[in-house]
């Protein structure tokens, strides 16, 4: 079973940028689609949103309608890593961010398509 560690969440002002990492404990990452997620504060699990996806090769990837513009999600499988870039950021995209891995290569938004989840980093954009 593939275990996912999320990294470089933290406190940026309105208008900053992130970069947020996921490494993999396993190469079958490389035939894996990939997402990120948030979690909103007060929110529970099952309301968990999508943020971006990213198929197994890099070559397709999906956005929210929220996100779009501003973050972009990337993956290097020599590295067993997926990187999620957050620019322009808002009070609105503070969560915990989660990072995901799905078994079928294609990306995917649904929730439920993923089978394995990391612990989530905090991200919180100050006004």
């Known amino acids: 079973q593939v275990q996912l560690v999320e990294s470089g969440g933290g406190l940026v002002q309105a208008g900053g940028s992130l970069r947020l990492s996921c490494a993999a404990s396993?190469?079958?990452?490389?035939?894996?689609?990939m997402g990120w997620f948030r979690q909103a504060p007060g929110k529970e699990r099952k309301e968990r949103d999508f943020v971006a996806g990213i198929n197994w090769n890099g070559g397709s990837t999906l956005y929210a309608d929220s996100v779009k513009g501003r973050f972009t999600i990337s993956r290097d499988n020599a590295a067993i890593t997926v990187y999620l870039q957050m620019n322009s950021l808002k009070p609105e995209d503070t969560a915990v961010y989660y990072c995901?891995?799905?078994?079928?290569?294609?990306?995917?938004?649904?929730?439920?398509?993923?089978?394995?989840w990391g612990q989530g980093t905090q991200v919180t954009v100050s006004s």
């Open positions: 396993e190469r079958t990452f490389s035939t894996y689609a």
């Open positions: 995901a891995a799905s078994v079928p290569g294609y990306g995917t938004r649904l929730r439920d398509d993923y089978n394995y």
